[in-house]
């Protein structure tokens, strides 16, 4: 399996250092020919990051071909530092290049156009002006080329700056109303900075494309970040007998048990929140002129995305259950009681079971993928409606069985009880609620 992880690893590193050329060669000749600034080589992070990934995959594969033709036996501990160090280094380009992006192709910009708006006004004459187009294979860019003149406390001045947005773009329109707002000979008031007068430009608006930036680089500085800094919040070694032991506050009486992933309003609002944004990005880079497979691939998962939120939506209206438990937790081979009912139209409901489960979760690594693997050794069925007629409200018991584990979570394995409510609902979003409760030794 290594062998072919290595296959697969020199094709990508081959194809990203490829196209991180041809990237790179396209912005050299831009910023040569004075089209655009030379912050645009920022943009080289981002496939810089699939090579530095390649790379590491490449780095990993070697040692895992190595390692299984060797005899020494590693030693398992809870914190494995070869594989912090893996998410770490597969985490980081993804950091580095969102970042990058989102604060010099957007942030910046976004910054000096602020502040230009207080700048010293200027009369300044358009001196040159046309749209600069740029082929390429897989699409052209182009940039509103604009050159002006301008007079600033006596003396006379040239800028080739029409805004501070200092990448070319596939939007052809926007560029263009730039040119055919600035032709040649028209007079202007040009902003100057009054601490650097060589520095000067014709526009100050905000564009839509600053904002598409800043989402672009910030998915991917969460990505990258959330794999970077995920080690520094994880146990270290030694931690484990203290930490994955439970440790419950003990509050005597009945308690409403809450949703495992917060039900589905949480599932609604994440949904909701995500999805404007993808479909905001998607609409704003249909108003571009991308290559059309571009497009078709953003616009397949935009679909994909607001039919899973229109199904969230849809869960809003289902019965909701209401689980209550005689205590938060039990010891193995001891018992809870649990009261539960049914809100909403619970005649909707075909079939219903709430079923307690134990389960084991282990998760591991193979090279730069992470797996978790997940078995259920212990299955106890408390209700069961196969055929509907479910009443809105009911008492089960809970027999824990003594002969089993207790609740116990490190980083990597886990040992769950869960309490699991299903009900299916023709032609409607199906009821799946889970429920932790805590397992104690005897």
């Not at 004459?125 to 002006?148: I, M, P, R």
């Not at 005689?326 to 909403?344: E, F, I, T, V």
């Not at 084991?360 to 090279?367: I, L, P, Q, S």
Request: with cysteine.
């Amino acid at each position: 399996m290594n062998i072919f992880s290595g296959l697969f690893f020199v094709i990508w590193t081959v194809f990203s250092g490829f196209m991180t050329v041809m990237f790179a060669g396209s912005i050299h000749k831009d910023v040569q020919s004075g089209s655009s600034s030379s912050w645009m080589y920022v943009i080289l992070l981002f496939p810089l990051s699939f090579v530095l990934i390649g790379l590491w995959g490449l780095y990993t594969s070697f040692l895992g071909v190595k390692s299984g033709f060797s005899k020494k036996i590693r030693p398992k501990t809870e914190f494995a530092k070869g594989t912090t160090l893996g998410v770490f280094f597969f985490g980081l380009p993804f950091f580095v290049a969102g970042v990058g992006v989102m604060v010099f192709l957007s942030i910046v910009p976004v910054v000096k156009s602020v502040l230009a708006m207080g700048w010293d006004r200027a009369p300044a004459e358009v001196t040159h002006s046309q749209l600069k187009t740029n082929y390429d294979s897989d699409g052209n860019t182009y940039k509103a080329d604009v050159h002006f003149r301008y007079t600033y406390e006596g003396q006379v001045y040239h800028s080739k700056t029409y805004d501070f947005q200092i990448m070319s773009t596939s939007g052809e329109k926007g560029h263009r109303k730039k040119v055919d707002s600035a032709p040649v000979g028209s007079l202007h008031d040009a902003y100057v900075n009054p601490w650097n007068p060589n520095e000067a430009v014709l526009s100050v608006k905000l564009s839509w494309v600053y904002l598409f930036t800043f989402i672009f680089g910030a998915i991917f500085a969460a990505v990258g970040g959330a794999l970077v800094f995920s080690p520094f919040f994880k146990m270290d070694k030694g931690e484990v007998a203290t930490k994955t032991l439970p440790k419950p506050k003990l509050t005597p009486g009945p308690v409403v048990l809450r949703c495992r992933y917060g039900g589905p309003v949480a599932k609604f609002i994440g949904l909701f929140i995500f999805t404007i944004i993808w479909d905001g990005v998607v609409l704003i880079l249909f108003k571009q002129d991308a290559p059309v497979w571009f497009k078709g691939v953003f616009g397949f998962f935009a679909v994909i995305i607001t039919f899973a939120f229109g199904h969230s939506f849809l869960s809003l209206f289902n019965p909701r259950p209401v689980l209550q438990a005689s205590s938060k937790h039990a010891r193995l081979g001891g018992s809870l009681n649990l009261n539960w009912k049914m809100r909403g139209q619970v005649q909707k409901i075909e079939s219903f079971t709430i079923t307690l489960i134990g389960q084991e979760e282990a998760t591991y690594r193979r090279g730069t993928d992470t797996y978790t693997d997940r078995a259920v050794f212990h299955q106890q069925v408390m209700a069961e409606y196969p055929h509907g007629n479910i009443p809105s409200m009911g008492t089960c018991a809970i027999k824990i069985p003594r002969v089993s584990m207790h609740t116990w979570k490190s980083q990597n394995n886990k040992i769950l009880w869960l309490i699991k409510v299903n009900g299916k609902i023709r032609k409607w979003p199906d009821i799946n609620e889970e429920y932790e409760i805590m397992i104690l030794p005897y």
